[in-house]
């Protein structure tokens, strides 16, 4: 008898970031109060979207005759 267990305790497990879904276009820093505004062509710029699969089990057994 045999078992694998994958993400047993069941964490989130996000889709590694690729660079095409994470580029910046422009930095603007305003000099007089320090703030920066990002601009960014993806609207989701920084945020996980997509997850890995969650919790797997496999059993195995092996029957001899």
Do not use: H
């Not at 045999?2 to 305003?30: D, G, H, K």
Request: proline share 3%; hydrophobic share 40%; aromatic share 12%.
């Amino acid at each position: 008898m045999r078992a694998n267990f994958y993400n047993i305790f069941n964490q989130t497990n996000f889709v590694p970031f690729t660079n095409s879904e994470q580029t910046i276009r422009t930095i603007n820093v305003n000099e007089i109060t320090g703030t920066r505004t990002v601009t960014s062509p993806n609207g989701a710029f920084g945020q996980g979207l997509t997850a890995l699969a969650g919790r797997v089990i496999e059993l195995q057994a092996r029957f001899s005759f």
